[in-house]
């Protein structure tokens, strides 16, 4: 009984930490690489791994600045800022490498 109260306990403190930190990033500007499109929104992850989702179109491959929002269900929320320094991640088929490619030049 005892350790599954203490397991609780930490686990509600790994929650609010968690739910603390994602809140800490509402109004900061992060790198996205964008990967799926869910409904209306793309989603994707930043450069420290955080979850985030945003409109837009084609955003598929892509790395954009997205100013943090809000936080809804563990996912930050945002809206892309920059339309010039966008980069593209293209699977170079030949070797199986990535290849970088900048937007907007």
């Known amino acids: 009984a005892t350790k599954a109260k203490r397991s609780k306990q930490a686990r509600a403190v790994v929650a609010e930490t968690r739910r603390r930190f994602l ?3 509402i109004g900061k500007t992060l790198p996205v690489l964008f990967e799926t499109k869910e409904g209306e929104c793309w989603q994707g992850h930043s450069d420290n791994y955080l979850e985030v989702r945003s409109e837009g179109e084609d955003l ?3 790395v954009h600045n997205v100013r943090i929002d809000a936080v809804s269900e563990g996912i930050l929320v945002g809206n892309v800022t920059d339309s010039k320094n966008s980069y593209t991640f293209n699977n170079d088929r030949t070797g ?5 490619k900048r937007k907007g030049l």
């Open 96 to 100: 199986g490498a990535n290849s970088v």
């Open 23 to 25: 809140e800490s990033m």
């Open 60 to 62: 598929r491959g892509t």
